[in-house]
Nanobody, 125 residues
């Protein structure tokens, strides 16, 4: 059974940093795409960043230069380092996995089959 567990959310002041983790289990960490999505109250779910097993990455324009996605295959974990956080980054953050071939990272939620329960990020002024 595929499981994804997010952690690392919390309350941070604007300009601060957080690192989110997505611990994956139930599949071999060799051909995958894992994405980070976020959803603020009253807004649509948004693709933030994604990474494929070959190291290709995608970033939304709103986070380019501030967020970095990485994977540690030995730990079956994908990280989202978030720096220079802004008020508008406040949201519930979810990681999601897909095992498409070819492994092209994309921001489209409907392309991901497995989802974690989410972790909340709150950025205060």
């Amino acid at each position: 059974e595929v499981q994804l567990v997010e952690s690392g959310g919390g309350l941070v002041q604007a300009g601060g940093s957080l690192r989110l983790s997505c611990a994956a289990s139930g599949f071999t960490f060799d051909a995958y795409v894992i994405g980070w999505f976020r959803q603020a109250p009253g807004k649509e779910r948004e693709g933030v960043s994604s990474i494929s097993s070959d190291g290709s990455t995608y970033y939304a324009d709103s986070v380019k230069g501030r967020f970095t996605i990485s994977s540690d295959n030995a730990k079956n974990t994908v990280y989202l380092q978030m720096n220079n956080l802004k008020l508008e980054d406040t949201a519930a953050y979810y990681c999601a996995a897909d095992f498409r071939v070819p492994t092209i990272p994309t921001p489209y939620a409907n392309e991901y089959d497995y989802w974690g329960q989410g972790t909340r990020v709150t950025v205060s002024s």
